[in-house]
């Protein structure tokens, strides 16, 4: 018992959260001190609240993270300016982030004959898009597996790491001691030893209470270059939440893993927390898997301050499969939001049906809106939500949608089984994406995150087997559902205003 209170007491998540509070407590006492002087220190920072105000409302920023910084900026003057100038701008990295990524995408050249074959005007668009904000082209010749729950994911996981020639690259939110990463972690060493190049980035406020502090250090005494992204260190800055939420595994630049699943044990129900965990994944194979070891190499040499030749991790091999498939990337530094513009496009774009899984629906007007235009012009829209949150708080949110969703005729569910952690958009039985994207502000306008559009591609069946599968197990919910007392309603009603700070 004294070895876990030593233990907890000494971990970097309790002094870093002591170090933070001790900070807030200064601002408050500063901030006390300079009351001393009365009306010149309320002048001042009226007008500094001012300017703060004529910021957040010039802008570009989206109405509702406007809307949930000006209210505590007008209510309390002082402290919610103080508040806005810590964590209400962005943390403007993106001049560097951009110019490795210019470098590395010199290479990645959509190709005219592919982007001709696509003759829906609609999803042409869509793509074209894609290629000139997030600089990611659309390939034919690859292959495409989905992995429809963590276990199935993690065994073909193993399978395809045991084949590592070259080079082995895995970028993950969320790396666990366990089952799962230890398993995976002695397949890195023997590949080591084989002379393969093995690289790790680990988001560090993802594993802060998972890995010990300076993790990388340990994986590089087994020959594996690894590193942490965004370093977190105990100092109130908005660099707090600009996190490395992608999930990546690239192997020898011709197999690419991606989707909602971190390296840790719940991910693969080898450790309960939430019911059952249903999550997704997709495993692509040929030309595609370029863009997302590009995705990759440029945080690396972005963290790193190295500069690759992306010439020399290329695919040799080709698949196969009729379809189109096109990874992309979402950076908060880039002012686009191309995660959400693709979904918007989708709904929009959609004549038969939107079937949606989500952990979290946080989602703004514009979102909001798409979804229940879609519904009211007759599209079957389905979101299927967790059954048994993960957070209760985030999930009252999440919650506090439902009933202007279903007055729209959006239809909502419930996986009943346990926590839903997929991240999957599927259209009309042709077009589909699978990705780290949450529908929540953070996915949305902070997280750096990645996913996979797919567009009439073999595994599209398999998508929609799953989503038909899930559905039968999950819970409709109705409007009778969202009926509460008013104490909670005002409690979701409060949740929902400040949604996109949380």
């Not at 988001?203 to 370093?231: H, Q, R």
């Not at 390296?263 to 129900?269: G, H, K, P, R, S």
């Not at 409060?494 to 949604?499: D, G, P, S, Y």
């Amino acid at each position: 018992m004294l070895k876990k209170i030593l233990d907890f007491l000494t971990h970097r998540i309790f002094i870093v959260g002591i170090l933070l509070i001790i900070q807030l407590i200064i601002l408050i006492l500063i901030l006390n001190k300079f009351e001393e002087y009365g009306w010149y220190f309320y002048f001042f920072f009226y007008i500094i609240g001012i300017l703060v105000l004529l910021k957040i409302i010039n802008g570009n920023a989206n109405p509702s993270y406007k809307i949930a910084w000006i209210i505590p900026v007008l209510i309390f003057p002082v402290f919610g300016t103080f508040i806005y100038l810590i964590f209400g701008n962005k943390v403007n990295k993106k001049g560097k982030l951009l110019e490795h990524k210019n470098k590395l995408n010199k290479v990645l050249i959509q190709n005219e004959n592919v982007l001709n074959k696509i003759n829906d005007v609609n999803f042409y668009n869509q793509t074209n898009y894609i290629y000139k904000n997030s600089g990611y082209p659309i390939y034919e010749n690859t292959d495409t597996e989905y992995l429809k729950v963590g276990e199935v994911y993690y065994k073909r996981l193993i399978e395809e790491l045991k084949k590592a020639k070259k080079f082995i690259f895995m970028q993950y939110f969320i790396i666990e001691r366990g089952i799962f990463w230890n398993s995976i972690l002695e397949i890195l060493k023997q590949k080591v030893q084989e002379g393969v190049d093995v690289r790790i980035i680990y988001d560090d406020m993802g594993c802060i209470v998972t890995l010990p502090n300076k993790y990388y250090n340990e994986l590089k005494k087994y020959g594996i270059k690894a590193c942490s992204f965004n370093k977190f260190v105990p100092i109130l800055t908005a660099k707090l939440n600009n996190r490395d939420h992608r999930k990546i595994t690239i192997i020898d630049g011709n197999v690419g893993f991606t989707g909602g699943i971190n390296l840790a044990d719940e991910y693969i129900n080898e450790k309960e927390r939430f019911g059952h965990w249903k999550d997704n994944g997709i495993i692509i194979k040929g030309d595609a898997v370029f863009s997302l070891t590009n995705i990759f190499l440029n945080l690396w040499d972005y963290i790193n301050n190295e500069k690759e030749d992306l010439n020399n991790f290329k695919p040799d091999i080709k698949g196969k499969d009729n379809g189109f498939v096109q990874p992309y990337d979402d950076s908060p530094f880039d002012d686009e939001l191309v995660s959400e513009t693709i979904c918007i496009n989708m709904i929009n774009k959609a004549k038969k049906y939107v079937y949606i899984t989500t952990p979290y629906l946080i989602i703004d007007n514009e979102l909001e809106t798409a979804l229940c235009i879609a519904a009211k012009s007759g599209v079957d829209v389905r979101i299927i939500t967790p059954g048994i949150p993960d957070k209760k708080m985030i999930n009252e949110v999440t919650k506090a949608y439902y009933n202007n969703l279903l007055n729209n005729n959006v239809k909502i569910y419930e996986y009943t089984k346990g926590f839903i952690h997929a991240k999957t958009f599927l259209v009309d039985d042709e077009i589909a994406t699978i990705g780290t994207v949450n529908l929540d502000y953070r996915s949305l306008h902070l997280h750096f995150e990645c996913g996979v559009l797919l567009y009439q591609t073999s595994s599209i069946k398999e998508i929609k087997k799953d989503i038909s599968e899930t559905l039968e197990i999950s819970k409709q919910i109705t409007l009778k559902d969202t009926k509460i007392g008013l104490l909670r309603s005002l409690q979701r009603a409060v949740l929902r205003l400040f949604a996109p700070l949380m």
